[in-house]
């Protein structure tokens, strides 16, 4: 039972433009999300994150947008460079200290 | 300040070989969690440390899996025997208590092969 989903395992973006990451969850528990970015051969590094009585956090380039209704959360970076390829994680906490993973959307900029 | 730092990086065994990750987690952070990456798959966590007291060991494999944290600083997990479905990333992250207890750092994890 995969209660966190990430439907698209990559994404190609220009570089310049904005990159947008979904994620959707299924329990009405989870009430803080974060995103991590994820480096070949690296451990995932925290990224941004969003408690649920928000539905907008940004950090810098970084922005997530959380739609409590739609269990449906997303990451956008613009304007997108080449260093934010790599694998990036959505996970989600029902305020337990157990974060549960979605399964990876892998970020490509092209130059 | 030193990240959290795993050894091997890399483990090939044959199976029913017994194997055992070792993890140092930044200096001061009382909470240390083990997580498994199978191909493809976001983390899972294993089990989860406060100081030594293990807090969460719900979705440890007891049969074969068995982790300690002595002195509530260094952590090993070990796995004996090794079965193939074993072959995953072993994680390791740290969390220190002032920070918001969802903002864990993770090691570069140990990539372990069964054969």
Request: net charge neutral; proline share 6%; with cysteine.
């Amino acid at each position: 039972d995969q209660q966190v989903k990430q439907n698209s395992p990559s994404l190609s973006v220009q570089e310049g433009r904005i990159s947008i990451l979904n994620c959707d969850y299924t329990n009405s528990m989870f009430d803080y999300f974060l995103w991590y970015k994820k480096y070949p051969a690296e451990g995932p590094t925290f990224l941004i994150s969003i408690s649920s009585i928000k539905d907008k956090n940004e950090d810098g380039r970084f922005t997530v947008f959380l739609n409590k209704s739609a269990k449906h959360l997303s990451l956008h970076i613009v304007p997108s460079q080449p260093g934010d390829s790599a694998v990036y994680f959505c996970a989600a906490s029902d305020g337990n200290e157990k974060l549960t993973f979605g399964t990876g959307t892998r970020l490509t900029i092209i130059p | 300040e030193a990240g959290v730092v795993q050894s091997p990086r890399y483990k090939i065994i044959e199976k029913k070989q017994p194997v055992a990750f070792w993890c140092n987690p930044i200096s001061g952070h009382n909470t240390l969690y083990w997580y498994r990456q199978n191909l493809g798959q976001g983390p899972e966590l294993l089990i989860r440390y406060e100081n030594e007291e293990a807090v969460d060991d719900s979705q440890l494999p007891k049969d074969r899996f068995s982790a300690e944290r002595l002195k509530g600083v260094d952590s090993t997990l070990k796995i004996q025997p090794a079965e193939l479905g074993d072959s995953a990333v072993y994680l390791c992250a740290s969390r220190g208590g002032g920070s918001s207890y969802n903002e864990q750092f993770f090691g570069p994890g140990t990539r372990l092969t069964v054969l």
